[in-house]
């Protein structure tokens, strides 16, 4: 399979379960990037673009969702093109000039998303603990000499963006609380994704990082953890959450939640979906569960 990348987004359009063989396989450029597409046996197919905010790099986002775009494929019969962005900074653009259906993002974009597309929540993950919410973690080498929040004053601290809830904003309110102003007292660095700035922790070219709590095991075959030392863990923020735009059409929304409902850790097949998606499911989800995310950025003055 040939991708292509063209103003830093890939589409990948995701084949149903059958195709009919002996065509030739077309590809064609999109205006935002490239789509692999493959004819089907039925030839009305509706076509829904689906993206995710790029929390990890492009290959492991590729192993992990891949497995839960197809499924979302061959349950709804949607011909479903997955919208890959590279980087946080991409994303909000991409969902624009791509028109997708569907996204599935963290908290403060979704908050942000809300707020200029007029998105609306269709359901939001729980973790394999059964929790629909995840906490921070700030994560430092164990030969920093850092031993608590406190001792980062002055210190090199890696996130992979201020629209992250979890690897920003959770901590951030943190150092608030601890009379530490994270844009006055720490130097910033910004990252590509959060593989980055545990991977920067730990060759010590920055003196800690701001990262989401289940991050580290996904990172634990490229290095080793017992190098990695967490300082601080934050309060839970609600989980990330699928959700569609004022343009999406309603009956596809609607088709899309429910088979993300239908996800059960205990169907096997099920299960091989979530275990890569590093998730045990789905519950439904309202506006009103990211009010919380609107205090802290107005605390933080952090813009939405």
């Avoid at 839960?68 to 962005?85: A, C, D, Q």
Wanted: aromatic share 10%; proline share 4%; charged share 25%.
């Amino acid at each position: 399979m040939i991708y292509r990348i063209l103003s830093f987004t890939v589409i990948y359009s995701i084949p149903m379960r059958k195709f009919l063989a002996g065509l030739i396989i077309p590809f064609f450029i999109m205006i935002a990037g490239c789509s692999h597409q493959i004819p089907t046996e039925k030839s009305e197919v509706k076509k829904v673009k689906i993206s995710i905010l790029p929390i990890y790099s492009l290959p492991l986002m590729t192993q992990r969702f891949i497995p839960l775009i197809n499924y979302l494929s061959e349950t709804t019969g949607y011909k479903i093109e997955y919208v890959s962005t590279l980087s946080y900074e991409t994303y909000l653009v991409t969902l624009e000039s791509v028109k997708v259906d569907i996204g599935y993002q963290n908290p403060f974009i979704y908050v942000i998303l809300a707020k200029t597309k007029r998105a609306w929540p269709l359901v939001k993950a729980i973790d394999f603990n059964g929790y629909s919410g995840s906490r921070g973690i700030i994560i430092t080498h164990i030969s920093s000499g850092i031993k608590n929040i406190l001792n980062l004053r002055g210190k090199k601290v890696m996130v992979n963006s201020r629209k992250d809830e979890c690897g920003y904003i959770a901590q951030a309110s943190l150092c608030m609380q601890n009379g530490l102003n994270p844009e006055k007292d720490l130097i910033v660095i910004l990252a590509r994704n959060q593989d980055e700035v545990i991977s920067k922790v730990y060759q010590q070219k920055v003196d800690a990082g701001f990262v989401r709590e289940d991050i580290l095991s996904a990172v634990k075959d490229k290095m080793d953890l017992k190098k990695i030392k967490i300082i601080a863990y934050t309060e839970s923020f609600p989980n990330w959450c699928f959700a569609a735009f004022s343009h999406t059409n309603r009956d596809v929304a609607e088709k899309i939640k429910q088979a993300l409902l239908k996800l059960n850790k205990n169907n096997p097949d099920h299960y091989k979906i979530l275990e890569k998606a590093k998730i045990s499911g789905f519950v439904e989800a309202s506006d009103i569960d990211y009010e919380i995310i609107r205090e802290k950025a107005k605390m933080l003055k952090v813009p939405f």
